[in-house]
C-alpha cells in the first residue's frame, strides 16, 4: 500500500527471511522474550485506566501471546474478542484462541471491522512503516484505538560501535550488518502521516548486561531478531572480524564485573482513527 507520498518504499528487509527465522525461533521463544514481555505489559498498563471496552481487538505479532496474558492481568475484561496474529504460523502454534497468520505488510482485515489493534515489536521489520500504520488505521473503526511498541535507533548501539570499529580496522570500511530503526523525534509524526489523531509517542530504555556478547547475539538470534537486511554486506562476518570485535566491545563498554552492557529502546505509540464528522 502506498504511503501518503506516494512513493514506493525502499526493500530495506526480506520479509521471507524474517518469516523463516522466526519459525526457527518459536519453539523455544519463551527463553528470550524478556523484551516481548515488557512491551505487551506497558500496553496493557496503558489501556487499563481508559473508560471503555473494546469488543473486537487485534494483536499483531502476538509471538508467545504475551500481551494476551498481560491483558488478563492488568486489564481484565477490557477486551471482548483478542485475534492473535503473527507473520510466522509456527508462533502460533500450540494455544486456543483466535489466530490468524498474517503479514503487518498486507493486513487481511476489513475496513473499519476492530475496535483496537496493538503491535508489540514487529513494526520495526516493515518496509514501510507509514503504510503498515495506513492499513491499521483504516481497519480501524472511528474512534478506534492503536498502541504499538517497535524498538527504536538506539537499540543494540554498543554492538554496532564495535562492529562498525572492527570492520574499519579489518576491511577498511564499515557496511551495514544490524538492521537500521527509527528514530524517536520521529515516532509521533509517523502516526500523523498515517491519518491518527491525538497521537503520543513515549520511549522506554532497556539496558540488559551479558557475560559475552555471544550470549546477546543467541538471545537475538531466540528472539527472531536477527538482521534481515535486503542487501546483504559484501563481505562475509568472519571468525577474525567477531573477535574484534567482541574485544572492542569489552574495551569500550564492559563493566568491573566484567559484563557487558546491551541497549534496547523500546518505543510506544498510541494514537486514534478520527471519527466520524458530526452531522452538519
Known sequence: MPSPDHLSPPRLFDRT????????AARAYANADFLQRR?????????????????????????????????????????????????SHRML??????????????????????????????????????????????????????????????????????????ES???????????PFADAQDAANLLQRAGFVQPVSDVDSVTVTYEHPLKLIADLRQMGETSVLADRHPKPLTRALLERTFQLYFERFGGEDGRVPATFEILTLTGWAPAIPAAR
Do not use: C, M, Y
Open 17 to 24: 527471511l524474517h518469516r523463516k527465522r522466526l519459525d526457527r
Open 169 to 179: 580496522e579489518i576491511l577498511g570500511g564499515a557496511g551495514s550488518r544490524v538492521s
Open 93 to 166: 502454534a500450540g494455544r486456543g484462541g483466535l489466530r490468524v497468520v498474517a503479514d503487518e505488510e498486507r493486513l487481511p482485515f476489513a475496513d473499519a471491522s476492530l475496535d483496537l489493534i496493538v503491535s508489540t515489536l514487529g513494526l520495526h521489520w516493515t518496509n514501510d512503516v507509514v503504510g503498515a500504520l495506513i492499513q491499521i488505521r483504516r481497519a480501524l473503526k472511528p474512534d478506534g484505538l492503536f498502541i504499538g511498541a517497535f524498538l527504536g535507533g538506539t537499540t543494540l548501539t554498543e554492538l554496532r560501535q564495535s562492529l562498525v570499529a572492527a
Open 39 to 87: 512491551a505487551a505489559l506497558d500496553v496493557a498498563e496503558r489501556l487499563a485506566p481508559i473508560l471503555r471496552s473494546f469488543p473486537l481487538a487485534v494483536d499483531l505479532s502476538a509471538r508467545g501471546g504475551a500481551f494476551a496474558e498481560a491483558l488478563a492481568q492488568e486489564a481484565p475484561g477490557k477486551v471482548g474478542a483478542l485475534i492473535e496474529a503473527d507473520l
